[in-house]
């Protein structure tokens, strides 16, 4: 099996080896080619394999222009692989799908809907009951403290909010698995931290399977359970990153996280990859 | 001491850059230059600057816009030129929406249907007059169609431009919640493009109100625009006149109309306006 490393898992990720077996996502191989208008043809992404197990945080880091959105995209079903295969649950992913729930990094609230109905929205889609549709909506509306804004239209919303309407909208609709694209790109550092700490939370109490793309090397460490580290030219997955030092715990705040002995060292050398990976002179 | 220092600081100026003009002053200043005007217009009549026959002073064309109304059954006549214009209107709102909607959302759509829609827009309506005066005669289908066929391809359009703004990370949203294709049309471009149909809707129909004056003008016995034909046989300026100014506030009433459903039908956008 041509799996990356790793598979020297620590124990906190459970003691059943059958999990591993049968792993909630699974890329094999996959690898994505842009064809330019003169013939010429660029490998954007090659041989990523990697799975993601249930319940867990899976973070794709890496530099900018290493491919890690477009792998989440393919994931979503936005986009298609050239070769390879992606699997969810056993399942080939050929487009999108109610299952594969994603949030971008751009705002996309509905203006014309309020909030409880911009989180009702996906629900609407699928045909859940209307009873249900409500209160399932409250209760993600709860969980992402916007109660108080329930009837409000999103123009009169911060962006921070912005994106936990967006969150608590793709969680009501039930996806196996939550995506996220630079989810707090957009906001400013304080409320960057407060959404972290809230996705955490939030994925502790929805007990839910996220992957999540991030260049930010701290909300990575924060956030992951595992790290799939991606360098350029071609993309794909240069290191597979187990933050240990966490003790298969997730941790709730940010002075705890980085209080923790093995934080640093962890955090020394993503940046050490970073800077290697990023770096222009290792482009052929 | 320091309160006057503050003040030459502050004080508000005439002349500048990104600072607004307060309510009260807008409404003064835009008031002034139609009492300039209108000042103007009277003094010259009263004076005999220029030729009474020709120019009539306006208390005497908002004298004539009354008579016209009170004595001359003009009502009659802009009834009927509301009543082209948004016959036609509607007709061809009924089918640029759907079709800009369907073209800006698929690309097909506009494979099919932009090159000839595009190559339309570059033929002025007016063009048109003579054939469909042979085919339809004078009665009211040749109207009808000039203001159809002088809106519905610019209408089209801008509806297609704006639909394909509508931005992907809404609809990759929807896909990634379950959406259908036609879920999707409906529950996001459709309202996500709502607001600048109104908006090409109330630009285009400003546009016809000048394809609406030429058709009555050429090839009309009611309407307005009749109505300012035959008063220029008897050198009744004032009632010409009166037409412009009656045509000026139903441009100007339909417009606010627009502007009013905006506000009501999209309480959302806020009262940003423009």
């Avoid at chain 1, 989440?72 to 299952?99: F, N």
């Avoid at chain 1, 595992?226 to 715990?249: C, D, L, T, W």
């Avoid at chain 2, 050429?218 to 100014?245: H, P, Y």
Wanted: proline share 5%; hydrophobic share 45%; charged share 20%.
């Amino acid at each position: 099996m041509n799996r990356p490393m790793n598979d020297d898992m620590p124990s906190a990720a459970g003691p059943s080896r059958d999990v591993a077996e049968a792993p909630k996502l699974r890329l094999n191989e996959v690898g994505k080619s842009f064809h330019l208008p003169h013939g010429e043809t660029i490998e954007a992404i090659a041989n990523v394999n990697f799975d993601t197990r249930e319940n867990e945080v899976c973070v794709l880091l890496g530099p900018s222009g290493c491919g890690k959105s477009t792998v989440l995209r393919m994931v979503a079903g936005l986009e298609q692989p050239t070769t390879g295969e992606l699997t969810l649950d056993g399942e080939p992913i050929v487009g999108p799908g109610q299952e594969r729930g994603m949030v971008f990094q751009a705002y996309t609230s509905f203006d014309w809907l309020t909030v409880q109905q911009n989180v009702e929205y996906g629900m609407r889609l699928n045909h859940v009951p209307k009873q249900e549709r409500r209160e399932r909506a409250e209760h993600f509306i709860e969980l992402v403290g916007l109660s108080r804004f329930a009837g409000t239209y999103p123009r009169h919303l911060s962006g921070g909010m912005k994106q936990r309407v967006a969150i608590a909208r793709t969680l009501a609709n039930a996806p196996s698995i939550l995506l996220m694209d630079e989810p707090f790109g957009a906001l400013d550092a304080q409320t960057r931290w407060q959404m972290q700490e809230l996705m955490m939370g939030i994925v502790e109490a929805a007990n839910t399977t996220v992957l999540v793309v991030t260049h930010d090397i701290e909300e990575a460490i924060f956030l992951a359970d595992r790290i799939e580290f991606m360098s350029r030219h071609p993309g794909r997955v240069h290191e597979e990153i187990i933050p240990s030092f966490k003790q298969g715990r997730r941790i709730g705040q940010k002075e705890e996280l980085i209080g923790l002995p093995g934080y640093s060292d962890l955090e020394r050398h993503i940046l050490q990859l970073m800077r290697e990976q990023g770096s222009d002179e290792t482009t052929p | 001491m320091a309160d006057a220092s503050r003040q030459r600081a502050y004080r508000s100026r005439w002349f500048e850059f990104l600072t607004p003009v307060p309510r009260g002053w807008r409404l003064v200043l835009g008031a002034l230059v139609w009492i300039v005007f209108f000042g103007l217009w009277e003094t010259a009549v009263s004076r005999g600057w220029v030729n009474a026959l020709l120019v009539p002073s306006p208390v005497d064309v908002v004298a004539t816009l009354y008579e016209l109304f009170a004595e001359r059954s003009f009502l009659g006549d802009v009834g009927i030129s509301i009543a082209r214009i948004v016959g036609s209107f509607l007709v061809a709102c009924i089918i640029a929406i759907p079709l800009g909607i369907l073209m800006g959302s698929f690309k097909t759509v506009e494979a099919l249907f932009n090159p000839f829609v595009s190559a339309w827009r570059y033929l002025p309506a007016p063009a048109f007059i003579p054939i469909l005066l042979m085919w339809f005669g004078t009665g009211e289908l040749p109207k009808l169609a000039l203001l159809f066929l002088g809106v519905i391809f610019f209408l089209t359009t801008l509806i297609m431009d704006h639909t394909s703004q509508v931005r992907t990370e809404l609809i990759e949203t929807a896909m990634t919640l379950g959406g259908k294709r036609w879920q999707i049309l409906w529950t996001v471009v459709v309202p996500a493009v709502l607001p600048n149909v109104l908006t090409s809707m109330r630009q285009m129909l400003a546009i016809a109100w000048t394809y609406l004056v030429i058709a009555e003008i050429i090839a009309s016995t009611t309407g307005i625009g009749a109505m300012m034909m035959r008063a220029r046989r008897f050198l009744n300026t004032d009632e010409i006149m009166a037409g412009i100014l009656i045509i000026g506030v139903l441009g100007l009433s339909f417009d606010l109309l627009f502007r009013w459903s905006q506000r009501v039908l999209f309480p959302y956008l806020g009262q940003e306006g423009d």
